[in-house]
């Protein structure tokens, strides 16, 4: 599945039968047997594809809310780079340049020492997050979330 075809699936609830599909599909940990009630996330590793999928709390039930990508940056820990096609045209290893040129300037970017780290932007109700490798490293890794107080 490529990350358009996930990212559509935000708001859905965990039992969704594409949610489920997904969740085997990238071989996402299993979905814990208890969650606290004070529990507002639970996150599953899907470290042989290279994703991360975020659920949050709904008055109903989990819901899908963000989904990590993971670049070849992170096989230290313990990650697959993430294969398949990136939204909008992104990929591993773009400039922070080509990332502004795709998506237009950042609502908010994260510097330290003269270096851009990453950049948040707010589109059509999504909240994306790019980070940054040192050097020209490039994009490394990217995640898909809905924006607070966005509706689906």
Not at 60 to 88: E, I, M, N
Not at 110 to 125: F, K, P
């Amino acid at each position: 599945m490529n990350a358009e075809e996930m990212v559509r699936l935000l708001d859905h609830r965990c039992d969704d039968p594409a949610v489920e599909s997904l969740r085997r599909e990238v071989q996402a940990v299993e979905w814990p047997t208890r969650v606290a009630k004070s529990e507002l996330r639970v996150c599953l590793s899907a470290k042989p594809s290279g994703v991360d999928l975020t659920f949050a709390r709904s008055p109903v039930d989990f819901v899908l809310h963000a989904f990590g990508f993971w670049s070849k940056d992170y096989v230290k820990h313990g990650y697959t780079p993430f294969s398949g096609s990136l939204p909008r045209g992104l990929e591993f290893g773009q400039t922070h340049s080509a990332v502004v040129r795709l998506l237009g300037d950042p609502t908010r970017s994260r510097v330290e020492d003269g270096v851009i780290q990453s950049d948040t932007w707010i589109v059509d109700g999504v909240r994306i997050l790019a980070q940054y490798s040192g050097g020209d490293h490039g994009l490394s890794s990217l995640e898909w979330a809905r924006a607070p107080g966005a509706k689906a």
